[in-house]
């Protein structure tokens, strides 16, 4: 089966899910030396990817319903995505609908740019962010 594929300047190519999940499969925990993948926060079923409206939804899993870094693992997967694909795309991160006891407050911080751009700005949140997504 042959399979239409897209290259962006970022390098990522965008051609189904898949290529999504293999983007994101290697954020580090914050917490834990496993990857999201490994520790089962994301998966390929959480992924959704609509073309036709340039809308990209992540849904990931906290660990735990309390997670206190819940923020930071959403904050990690926007700004890898911010930085890989093109910016035709809408981000969309939330958590996995009963898996977090703050859930819509966290899935309002996670998609309101402002908020991202001002935790941006944060030297030491970035530094952090930067070396969940490996880009130390």
Do not use: W
């Amino acid at each position: 089966m042959m399979m239409m594929i897209s290259y962006y300047p970022a390098g990522i190519i965008l051609s189904c899910d898949h290529s999504l999940t293999d983007l994101i499969r290697d954020i580090n925990d914050p917490e834990h030396p496993l990857t999201l993948e490994q520790l089962k926060v994301i998966s390929h079923d959480q992924i959704k990817i609509s073309h036709q409206n340039k809308i990209i939804t992540i849904h990931f899993t906290p660990t735990i319903t309390h997670c206190s870094l819940a923020t930071l693992i959403g904050l990690s997967l926007r700004v890898k995505l911010l930085r890989s694909i093109p910016a035709k795309y809408k981000i969309d991160i939330m958590v996995t609908p009963g898996s977090y006891q703050s859930e819509e407050a966290l899935n309002k911080q996670l998609n309101d740019k402002e908020r991202v751009a001002a935790a941006m700005e944060n030297g030491k949140l970035l530094s952090v962010v930067n070396k969940c997504i490996g880009e130390i």
